[in-house]
């Protein structure tokens, strides 16, 4: 029998844990696209609500999370820790494997945990409609989502190839009141602009976000919400660390290393960022940020200046990047095929304080498909290269004679992406191998930044 963790609702975080003020070193700073000048706050009023741009540079440690916010979070938080006996079973191993699963929002992801907060800011601050992108369609379900329970009006440019494989998605937003625009579109400059290059173009995260934030900023009553990358999304995604940590103290046990799967950062962050604040106090433990190797940005990319999107319209980060225009293959993990890495997760990186590996899909999909007979839960696309990584974690302590304790991140469940695993029981899933020359040629195209 497995064991579940619980915490009772008065053990939901109040605070949101932010990171900045325990990283090694100052940030880098923000660059405004259009004068390659170091931003102001004032620069991202036409998209951002101001609540949202104080967490974005806040030097507070810890920031309380709005009662209301909390109360809707009870919809589902906190989330259930499992330690994973059946697998540990399966696998052979000393190893001691727990997982953190956030699959029981009612979005079937970690996404809502900033979802939430970025709708009730935008009300607060007036906002009638929110823009978005989304890749596998868990950030644009959980902002639709987000918006219907606060009134707003919500348009989600959903990656065209994601679009098609998972339509299940789709309607889920519009389930929830969205409009979902498969992009790119005809709808904006940014969407035009590419069809006209490639009118067969699959579509990138990049170029999804290059049409939301137009959208937002031509608009006066529309503001745009990021789901990943940034830092306050980082800073809302906490919850999850928070009470994982938590959750091994019950447990009466702690995690040699923790793993997440990392595609713009927000879900990486939210299981680690508490465990790497314990990691700078003094505790042993490894942090691993698990990607795909056809989007390998941590294990292949450039830490360098660039653009968060293809249009460069959003702010210039420091960053590990394949190039803002770099088009990564139509794997099946859509939420992880982003140029770009979170500044604060890059910078970690950085600073050798965490670790990053990278898989091709159809080892992860082996290793969700070990897990789900195991364990019964059919993980997304995202999440099995977490599983995947937790795996090999597992058969290494094996192969050491070792005890482990492993802790990652089921970011998500797969039951709206049966075309994937289709695919994959059916001998049809490709691993797309890294395209070596198109990064080469698109980090060519960095900004040029004199600071």
């Known amino acids: ?57 806040s030097p507070n440690r810890w920031i309380d999370i709005p009662d209301e916010v909390r109360e809707i979070y009870k919809l589902w938080r906190p989330s259930p820790l499992y330690r994973a006996h059946r697998l540990e079973k399966a696998l052979g191993t000393p190893a001691k494997i727990y997982y953190k699963y956030e699959g029981v929002s009612p979005a079937g992801s970690h996404k809502p945990n900033s979802a939430i907060p970025q709708a009730w800011y935008n009300k607060q601050a007036g906002i009638r409609r929110l823009a978005t992108e989304t890749g596998a369609g868990q950030w644009g379900s959980s902002l639709a989502l987000a918006c219907s329970l606060f009134g707003l009006e919500c348009t989600v440019y959903m990656v065209k190839i994601s679009c098609t494989q998972k339509p299940y998605r789709r309607s889920m937003m519009q389930l929830w009141g969205a409009q979902v625009i498969p992009s790119p579109s005809e709808f904006t400059n940014a969407g035009r602009a590419i069809l006209a290059h490639d009118p067969e173009c699959l579509g990138s995260l990049g170029i999804a976000i290059s049409e939301a934030v137009e959208d937002a900023a031509t608009h006066a009553d529309t503001n745009y919400a990021l789901g990943s990358v940034l830092n306050h999304v980082c800073l809302h995604q906490t919850v999850i660390g928070q009470e994982a940590r938590e959750q091994m103290k019950i447990a009466g046990d702690y995690p040699d290393v923790v793993i ?8 990486f962050a939210g299981l680690a960022f508490p465990f790497i604040a314990d990691r700078a106090a003094g505790k042993n433990v490894r942090c691993l940020a698990v990607e795909p190797a056809s989007c390998p940005t941590l294990t292949k990319g450039v830490y360098a200046f660039d653009y968060g999107d293809t249009a460069k319209m959003a702010p210039i980060s420091m960053m590990y990047t394949l190039g803002h225009d770099f088009m990564p293959p139509g794997i099946h993990a859509g939420g992880l095929r982003y140029h770009g890495e979170s500044p604060l997760v890059s910078q970690l990186h950085h600073a050798g304080q965490i670790e990053a590996k990278a898989y091709k899909q159809n080892a992860c999909f082996e290793g969700a498909l070990l897990f789900a007979r195991s364990e019964g839960i059919v993980p997304a696309p995202e999440s099995s290269h977490a599983v995947r990584a937790a795996i090999d974690e597992a058969v290494l302590a094996k192969e050491e004679g070792k005890e482990r304790t492993i802790l990652f991140g089921l970011s998500g469940h797969g039951q709206l992406d049966m075309g994937a695993y289709d695919a994959y029981l059916s001998g049809n899933l490709e691993d797309y191998e890294y395209p070596e020359q198109k990064i080469r040629e698109a980090l060519e195209r960095l900004p040029k930044v004199d600071l």
């Open 260 to 267: 997440a799967c990392c595609g713009g950062g927000s879900n």
């Open 1 to 57: 029998m497995n064991t579940k963790i619980l915490l009772g609702e008065d053990q939901i975080p109040r605070q949101w844990y932010n990171i900045i003020p325990d990283m090694p070193g100052p940030l880098a700073p923000v660059i405004n696209p259009q004068t390659l000048k170091p931003i102001a706050p004032d620069d991202m009023l036409a998209i951002f609500p101001m609540a949202l741009i104080e967490q974005e540079m």
